[in-house]
T-cell receptor
Framework: RKEVEQDPGPFNVPEGATVAFNCTYS??????FFWYRQDCRKEPKLLMS???SGNEDGRFTAQLNRASQYISLLFRDSKLSDSATYLC?????????????FGRGTQLTVWP | ETGVTQSPTHLIKTRGQQVTLRCSSQ?????VSWYQQALGQGPQFIFQ???????GRGNFPPRFSGLQFPNYSSELNVNALELDDSALYLC????????????????FGEGSRLTVL
């Protein structure tokens, strides 16, 4: 079983839509959680960290449910520039700093 | 721009050959990690180097090896290339332990795209 599972999509939404992505992780000892964004043929970049109490960053809201081992990302008012692949990422407790577990990513296309 | 540079950006090899990929980390970052990203998949952790020592390894065979130099730049070497080694190889650097550890952010280079024929 993979450490991090995501629906690969693709998701195709119109500008202005609200989009929600989910992922699950298998290791209950996981400690840190992130969403990364990856544009086509480019490197992943941190979008936001996910905190236990949930957190917002502009149009983006991230939620963590430790009991269900479930992470979500919601963003409002989608823009064309949001088109990318969104990677759910986990770091296990006691794991080295550079060792992250990535989901396969969810592909999003926002159309005019 | 993350300040992490990788070379070469693209290369083509044949089965059985060997390849060396290079990475210069962001200034002040003494931890470098290498990832393999196959088409349609998320990045998979290969190993990490901290102050020239390997201190974490993923589920990759010994023919994947690495080095970190005193200036914290790094190399990834792959011997006896197989077709399944075709992928984007990403190098990531991070702040020193005890720095902004709480963010957990890795800074990735643009990657080296390897094709094995």
């Amino acid at each position: 079983r993979k450490e991090v599972e995501q629906d690969p999509g693709p998701f195709n939404v119109p500008e202005g839509a609200t989009v929600a992505f989910n992922c699950t992780y298998s290791n209950s000892a996981s400690q840190s959680f992130f969403w990364y964004r990856q544009d086509c043929r480019k490197e992943p970049k941190l979008l936001m960290s996910v905190y236990s109490s949930g957190n917002e960053d502009g149009r983006f809201t991230a939620q963590l449910n430790r009991a269900s081992q479930y992470i979500s990302l919601l963003f409002r008012d989608s823009k064309l520039s949001d088109s990318a692949t969104y990677l759910c990422v986990v770091r296990d407790r006691g794991s080295t700093l550079g060792r992250l577990y990535f989901g396969r990513g969810t592909q999003l296309t926002v159309w005019p | 721009e993350t300040g992490v540079t990788q070379s070469p950006t693209h290369l083509i090899k044949t089965r059985g050959q060997q390849v060396t990929l290079r990475c210069s980390s962001q200034s002040g970052h003494n931890t470098v990690s290498w990832y393999q990203q196959a088409l349609g998949q998320g990045p998979q952790f290969i190993f990490q180097y901290y102050r020239e020592d390997e201190n974490g390894r993923g589920n990759f065979p010994p023919r994947f090896s690495g080095l970190q130099f005193p200036n914290y730049s790094s190399e990834l070497n792959v011997n006896a290339l197989e077709l399944d080694d075709s992928a984007l190889y990403l190098c990531a650097s991070s702040l020193p332990l005890g720095g902004r550890v709480g963010t957990g952010e890795l800074f990735f280079g643009e990657g080296s795209r390897l094709t094995v024929l």
